[in-house]
């Protein structure tokens, strides 16, 4: 299924999964990385799981190796040397949409076999900003949302977490190693922050990241009017498609971005080492 931009191109109504996996490594990326067999070993440390990881993006076959290519745990092997050099676990985001191939379906059995633990189920949604016209909740009187650069919203973000100094800093680092362009939103109600989130630009897509709401604001639609933001400042930048990670225990939220459209596209969890 296609619809049609605003330019009058046909707009694919799902983006394919490879293409989101990219977006979402690029919104989010690690301090330091580095490519292994079509694996990405992503290094933060001091951050959890999202940018201390492998990612397996491109199927194994074809690669040139002194090991043969289909002997995953060589591979495995080798990411838990490098992991350990870096006294780190072992972490490996595991997406139902790699089940594409062979090598990476037999990935996750192999893993729990070696005893890794299965962490963070996620799911992924998104949706075809040009599927319906992004009505939202306009800000009453006491409500206002401002789209701030950096320095601005992440003192406020951290604020309303309540993340401590030390994680503020990598954040920043993380935060300023995004090559996209991106907008840092924050609503206010009577003139205190209620909420904060931001957006990340990957050419047509536009993805979501850091959505928060105050737990004394929360089901008075401000995520809702925030999210909304957002998207519309995506669309300014022609973004076809949005999408977002949410946990799959937050069903509140789960909920929330149904009614703003969006739909599962696919899901992913963690296998930490013990």
């Known amino acids: 299924m296609q619809t049609e931009s605003s330019s009058g191109a046909a707009v694919a109504a799902t983006p394919a999964w490879q293409r989101l996996q990219e977006a979402a490594v690029n919104a989010w990326p690690a301090l330091r990385q580095s490519l292994y067999h079509g694996w990405l070993l992503r290094f933060a440390p001091g951050l959890g799981h999202r940018s201390n990881c492998?990612?397996?993006?491109?199927?194994?076959?074809?690669?040139?190796?002194?090991?043969?290519?289909?002997?995953?745990?060589a591979q495995i092997r080798h990411c838990e040397n490098v992991y350990a050099r870096e006294q780190q676990p072992t972490a490996f985001r595991i997406s139902t949409g790699a089940a594409q191939t062979a090598a990476i379906a037999e990935l996750d059995p192999l893993l729990a076999e070696r005893g890794y633990q299965q962490h963070n189920l996620t799911v992924v949604m998104t949706k075809n900003l040009h599927e319906s016209d992004d009505a939202s909740h306009t800000p009453t009187a006491h409500q206002a949302v401002q789209l701030q650069n950096l320095g601005q919203w992440l003192p406020l973000y951290c604020s309303l977490t309540g993340m401590q100094v030390p994680g503020m800093a990598v954040h920043q680092a993380i935060l300023q190693g995004?090559?996209?362009?991106?907008?840092?939103?924050?609503?206010?109600?009577?003139?205190?922050?209620?909420a904060c989130g931001m957006a990340v630009l990957d050419g047509d897509l536009v993805g979501l990241f850091d959505i928060f709401t105050d737990p004394d604001h929360r089901a008075k639609g401000f995520a809702e009017t925030l999210i909304n933001t957002l998207l519309a400042w995506g669309k300014?930048?022609?973004?076809?498609?949005?999408?977002?990670?949410?946990?799959?225990?937050?069903?509140?939220?789960?909920?929330?971005?149904?009614?703003?459209?969006?739909?599962e596209n696919h899901r992913f969890w963690y296998r930490l080492s013990g």
């Open 54 to 73: 492998v990612v397996p993006l491109y199927p194994t076959d074809g690669f040139p190796t002194e090991a043969p290519v289909g002997d995953l745990l």
């Open 236 to 263: 300014t930048q022609r973004a076809e498609h949005a999408y977002l990670q949410v946990s799959a225990d937050n069903r509140r939220a789960g909920r929330l971005y149904q009614r703003l459209g969006f739909s």
């Open 178 to 194: 995004i090559n996209g362009e991106c907008a840092f939103a924050t609503l206010y109600h009577a003139n205190t922050p209620a």
